[in-house]
Every structure is written in C-alpha cells, then in structure tokens.
C-alpha cells in the first residue's frame, strides 16, 4: 500500500540553525501539505501546495518557513533560523484533491535545543 | 474564530463495548469532516470521511453520523478492541486546501 514516507524521524538542532525536513508523497497525488503537532497538543496547519506553488498557509507558516518539491518525488520544509518553540512533530501530508482525505507521514520529531 | 472541538478529552470503554466519540464543529459552511486514529508516536490515520450531504456513513467497525442541524459530529466503533486505543480527531474541511482538527480523545480501552 502507498505510504508518505518522511525523512528524518527525529532531527536535533540548535537554536538559529537551519533545518531541512523531507518527504516523499503518495505518487499520483497532487495535493501536498505540511502539518505540526506540539508534544500533546492538536495537529495545526502549516502550509498547503499544489501545482508547484503555495495555496494556502497559516499564521505559523511566516518567512522562517519555506516549502519546495525540487523534482517529481520529494516536497521539503525548511526552517530557515529556527528557534525553541519550533520544537514540535512535523507531519507530511499528500491527498488526490480538495476536500479528500489527506494521508500522513509518520512524522518528523524536530527538537530544537 | 471557527474552530473543531471534542466534548470528551479521555474515554474508556470495555473490550467488546461500542464507542462513540463525539465532536462539535462550529463552522456551519465547513462541508467535509474527517476522522482520523493517531496512535503514539505516528502520524494520524485516516479511519472514516463524510461529506454534509450526508448524514451517516459506514466502514468496517465504525460509522460516523453526521448532525448538521446542531454541528455535531461522532465516531461509532463497534466492539472495540485493545488495537482501536488511540487519540482520535475530528477534523474539518471546506476551508479550501486545509483541515482544522480537534483536540483529540484519548479512547482507552480495557481488557
């Protein structure tokens, strides 16, 4: 069964350092999104990507944050200068349309120290 | 703002028991609503969907019943099970390319 695979599953860094999180969607789908869960809190909304650019971001998804699909495969976060309260479980997310379901990646723990 | 919200925090059932959690919504345009299982340290799955032209819909083990009249929202699991313990979320669509998820109920169930 197609999965959204993510890369690393847990990734350190120190405050103001770059952090680059990867994922690979569900091939034939179209919709791309990135998602984050602070340690026992609810999932929020990042940013939402379709036909090589932006449709939709949150408040959260400010200039630190940058979302790319360099090829046909692989759609990126980064965190340019990230700090303390980035420290959360940041989840891939690939759907085939608006309003269907979104499928998730395991996640990537992301501790920033 | 327009948020999700569930009733119940933390549910515990009996082994064989039906589940029911519930989940407000506030939203009245919001015209998808999905359930989502998250178990620890993964990422949510997806469990059940439904649209608000309808106002039930059943899988295997669950069903989701639909109140738009009072924008509410359950998950049914027939004869849960240890493996059906999990956070569960409601979350919500139509807001164009996103879902705005609940809280989460901690459905613990014991054997």
């Known amino acids: 069964e197609p999965e959204v695979t993510q890369t690393p599953s847990h990734q350190v860094t120190q405050m103001g350092q770059e952090v680059i999180l990867r994922c690979v969607p569900i091939?034939?789908?179209?919709?791309f999104y990135w998602y984050r869960q602070i340690l026992g809190q609810k999932v929020e909304f990042l940013v939402s990507?379709?036909?090589?650019?932006?449709?939709?971001k949150s408040e959260i998804f400010d200039d630190q944050f940058s979302v790319e699909r360099p090829d046909g495969s692989n759609f990126t976060l980064k965190i340019r200068s990230t700090k303390l309260e980035d420290s959360a479980m940041y989840f891939c997310?690939?759907?085939?349309?608006?309003?269907?379901?979104?499928?998730f990646g395991q996640g990537t723990r992301l501790t920033v120290v | 703002g327009e948020s999700v919200g569930l009733h119940l925090p933390t549910l515990s059932v009996q082994e064989g028991d039906n589940s029911i959690i519930n989940c407000a919504y506030s939203?009245?345009?919001?015209?998808?609503f999905i359930w989502y299982k998250q178990e620890s340290g993964k990422g949510p799955q997806f469990i059940i969907d439904?649209?608000?032209?309808?106002d039930k819909r059943q899988g295997q083990r669950v069903t989701v019943l639909l109140n738009k009249t009072v924008k509410h929202l359950s998950l049914q699991i027939a004869a849960t099970q240890p493996g059906d313990s999990a956070v569960y979320f409601c979350?919500?669509?139509?807001?164009?390319?996103?879902?705005?998820f609940g809280a989460g109920t901690i459905l613990r169930v014991k054997s």
């Open positions: 997310a690939s759907g085939r349309g608006l309003n269907t379901e979104a499928f």
């Open positions: 091939s034939n789908h179209l919709y």
């Open positions: 990507f379709y036909n090589n650019e932006i449709s939709e």
């Open positions: 939203n009245s345009a919001s015209d998808y």
């Open positions: 439904i649209r608000s032209n309808m």
């Open positions: 979350a919500e669509g139509g807001y164009g390319n996103k879902l705005v």
